[in-house]
């Protein structure tokens, strides 16, 4: 089995929103799933998408209490959750490193971000960087928006409706 594969655990718990997923590996936290369904429903399909993971709650002791507390609305930092990403040498690793440094509460815009990874000009490309996070919450992409202030996509599967209500908990719309 490769080294990627040996470790992986993953683990589904309930929040004050509703149950929240996620998938580590030896690197590091390699992806959430957000509120939405039921924990059986996010259970299986962690299951699927990665069927060498076993299930281990204990492996995310840190990150749960992040997430309910998140959800429960009080603020909080996901900075020191150690997560498995894109080397820092492309571009999507670069775009998903700048986006953790933006503050709970705070929005800015995709072409702040794309100059944040070292490339003013890629607004688009930042966008597309974040409908692809592996990491939503971890990697708050719900607090990157338009410049003039519309919200833009969001890839949760309550879409834009999820982003705004986030961002409200948050305090920054």
């Known amino acids: 089995m490769p080294e990627r594969r040996r470790g992986v655990v993953f683990a589904v718990w309930p929040t004050a929103w509703g149950p929240v997923g996620a998938v580590r590996t030896s690197r590091g936290l390699a992806r959430t799933i957000l509120p939405h369904g039921g924990i059986t429903a ?3 399909l962690l299951a699927t998408e990665h069927p060498d993971a076993r299930q281990d709650t204990r492996a995310f002791d840190e990150l749960i209490e992040l997430t309910r507390a998140y ?7 996901f900075r020191a959750v150690r997560c498995d990403l894109p080397a820092a040498a492309t571009f999507s690793g670069r ?13 800015i815009s995709y072409g702040r971000l794309a100059s944040g990874a070292g490339n003013p000009k890629a607004a688009r490309a930042a966008a597309a960087v974040m409908a692809r996070n592996p990491l939503p919450l971890v990697i708050p992409c719900q607090t990157v928006i338009y410049a003039d ?25």
Do not use: D, H, W
């Not at 775009?95 to 929005?107: E, K, W």
């Not at 309550?158 to 209500?165: E, H, I, P, S």
């Open 42 to 44: 996010i259970r299986s």
């Open 71 to 77: 959800f429960a609305g009080r603020a909080v930092s």
């Open 95 to 107: 775009v998903l490193r700048a986006c953790r440094n933006i503050p709970y509460g705070r929005t």
């Open 149 to 173: 202030g519309r919200l833009g996509g969001f890839s949760a599967p309550a879409g834009v409706t999820q982003k705004r209500r986030m961002l409200r908990l948050e305090g920054a719309v």
